[in-house]
């Protein structure tokens, strides 16, 4: 159902439809991990008690402290960045300033 948002066009939301789903262990190291599932969208919660900072590529990313950072105890919702061919990236990668935290990402259309 559209939802009139107050300045004359109308809106139409639709819900988050997972694909798929991975759990990455973070620490002071860049790891990465597959998208898996597919979609345009990628929901990230952070369950740790530590920032980590996150990169999006493709086969052996890394991320840097300088990268994306979700705050501990949050979730954030990303659209996957495409390559130069318009292809969606197809890999995540996390690291911490050193101490442990854990990063769900779940891939899939809606938001």
Known sequence: MPINNRIGYNVTPYAFRPMGSISLAVTG????????????????????????????GT????????????????????????????????HIAAISDGNATTIKVSTGDGI
């Not at 402290?65 to 061919?85: K, M, N, R, W």
Request: charged fraction near 10%; proline fraction near 2%.
């Open 29 to 56: 190291t860049s790891a990465n991990a597959a998208l898996v599932g597919g979609g345009a969208r990628a929901v990230i919660t952070n369950v740790g008690s530590v920032v980590a900072y996150i990169n999006f």
């Open 59 to 90: 086969g052996a990313v890394t991320a840097t402290t300088a990268s994306h950072a979700i705050l501990e105890g949050t979730q954030v919702v990303f659209s996957v960045p495409e390559d130069t061919a318009g292809e969606l990236l197809t």
